[in-house]
């Protein structure tokens, strides 16, 4: 139910961030040339001339009947613009979420092992350096080493529909990124669950070390995991942003970021409600796995 209240918020930001942008949007696509009639023109064409709160109810009414409207600067309709890059960038997303997943959960168990150790030292270092590494960096870093270097993946996509070698790159990117914080979490949340009572009873009991560890200790090692990895897909969203400019990637956040430059208002803001209904669904989505991963949420 928080679902409505927080997607109606988002609606009003995104909404009044884009009117209150500095320049009249009519002004800015009537053209330098345009005479006073012509913005005029323009304002009615965009619906400028009505009352903000109108034209919010108006912006909402397309969102809820999916009827968006055309793009002011191609004309086509932004249904078919918007939807294909969306499910490139969803695409995108899950493959670097599945990366960040596999890459930091392992290395988070190997570092919590070997505690205090020159492993769990140079893990802390890759974490450290995924942190503070700026998305564009790492993207730039692959593609002289595996584009220009060593010829094997292409750095950028040509047409709009990418294959799966197009995806490496960006994917590995964004889960490099998002592997550093999912580490640090694993590596203390094992820590702790490690030093439990039921840990050292099962030792005892003469359970293996790899059940122990696997299926007592990681699944209730894994909610704050999972709470980071749920935060760390909205990054991986924003981060697509850059990551997609820089390997010219067909997706929704490289179609936000040319659509401002153009000033196509309508693209842009049902463009960001797509990422925010996305990242708040898969919260949501979050919550639920708590109850999965650990019955004693479902008790409570």
Known sequence: MLLIPTLLGASIIIFLMIHFLPGDPAQILAGPDATLQDI???????????????????FMERLLTWNLGNSLVSGFPI???????????????????????????????????????????????????????????????????????????????????PSIRHLVLPSLTLGLIGAAPIARMTRSSMIEALSQEY???SEAFGFSIRK????????????????????????????AVITETVFAYPGLGRL??????????????????????????????VDVLYALINPRVRLE
């Open 40 to 58: 005029q023109n323009m304002r009615i064409r965009l619906g400028l001339d009505k009352p903000l709160p109108v034209q919010y109810f108006l």
């Open 256 to 285: 936000i970021v040319d659509s401002i430059f153009a000033r196509d208002y309508p693209v842009v803001q049902f463009g960001l409600m797509m990422i925010v209904a996305l990242f708040a669904v898969v919260n949501t989505v």
């Open 212 to 239: 122990i560890i696997l299926v007592y200790a990681l699944r209730n090692a894994l909610i704050p995991v999972v709470t980071v990895a749920g935060l760390n897909f909205g990054y991986l969203l924003a981060g």
């Open 199 to 201: 840990i050292k009873t």
């Open 79 to 161: 249904t078919s613009l918007i939807v294909p890059r969306f499910l490139n960038t969803l695409k995108l997303a899950l493959l670097a979420i599945s990366i960040s997943l596999a890459i930091g959960i392992v290395l988070g168990i190997v570092a919590a092992l070997k505690r205090n150790t020159t492993v769990d030292r140079i893990v802390m270092i890759f974490a450290l350096l995924g942190v503070s590494m700026p998305v564009f960096l790492l993207a730039v870093l692959l593609i002289v080493i595996f584009s220009i270097k060593l010829h094997i993946l292409p750095a950028t996509v040509i047409g709009s529909t």
